[in-house]
């Protein structure tokens, strides 16, 4: 398994750019914590260019949080340029199980498409692996049965990284399984928390083919920015500000010696 602290020296060192097909609610969020990683985000939205800018980036970040019918066929073609050229694509499923239009969307793309890592809440990832699961507008009300198991089920018959994001997140890929424990309560008191950790996750899929490790290092790392984001917030708005910065400042040691990784 690849050392998790040196797929943030690569992403430092290498500078991908990562092509983000995003919701309009976070995404400054998600350009901006790309940039804190390390990474380059670009925002591109047009059916003229999408395949195009696809063919020169690291990775492919499709977010469904303000779906229309219209972006649907340009993440697709997106996506289907990232097959042709080998490039992950990071699928966040949001608000999957809230609507019939997210919901069918979301299988749709994991049925047609090569996805490299599917990560959601466990109210979406849940609905995407058929089990009973509560999703509120795009927040998660849980899943019925044991979230590792389900996970790891999903991630076997998908052939791809699943990532079950949570207090203690769960990450799959059918034969392997890391469980991370970084983070904290402040993170699910501010929007976009979960569009960045995909950001993350797209940042150092950029760059390794290992995308269990690449995942474990992304929500590791974007953990570990919250905890220390934390500390001297007064709420969630200056935490909020205060995660950006902190981001920046994980340096790839923190996240071997601080990354509260295992595997299960």
Request: proline share 3%.
């Amino acid at each position: 398994m690849t050392l998790f602290g040196s797929i943030l020296t690569d992403i430092r060192e290498k500078t991908p750019l990562v092509h983000h097909m995003t919701n309009y609610v976070t995404v400054n969020d998600c350009a901006n914590i790309t940039l804190c990683i390390g990474a380059s985000p670009v925002m591109a939205h047009a059916e003229e260019e999408v395949g195009e800018m696809v063919a020169l980036a690291g990775a492919l970040v499709l977010n469904i949080g303000t779906l229309d019918t219209l972006q649907i066929d340009r993440m697709f073609i997106a996506a289907k340029a990232a097959e042709k050229y080998g490039i992950p694509i990071i699928l966040d499923p949001v608000g999957a199980g809230a609507t019939s239009l997210r919901t069918k969307t979301a299988q749709r793309m994991i049925q047609e498409l090569s996805i490299s890592v599917l990560k959601g809440n466990a109210g979406e990832i849940g609905t995407l692996a058929g089990k009973q699961a509560q999703v509120r507008g795009v927040d998660s009300g849980g899943v019925n049965g044991d979230p590792t198991e389900i996970t790891c089920g999903l991630a076997e018959r998908l052939s791809c990284t699943v990532v079950m994001s949570g207090p203690i997140d769960i990450i799959s890929d059918g034969s392997r399984t890391l469980l991370c424990e970084n983070g904290h309560p402040y993170m699910g008191r501010i929007s976009g928390t979960g569009c960045m950790a995909a950001s993350v996750i797209g940042s150092c899929a950029a760059v390794t083919q290992d995308y269990l490790s690449a995942s474990a290092t992304g929500v590791s790392a974007f953990g570990i920015a919250g905890e220390r984001a934390a500390v001297d917030a007064a709420g969630p708005g200056s935490f909020k500000c205060r995660l950006f910065d902190s981001m920046a400042s994980v340096r790839s040691d923190d996240v071997d010696r601080y990354g509260r990784i295992r595997s299960v």
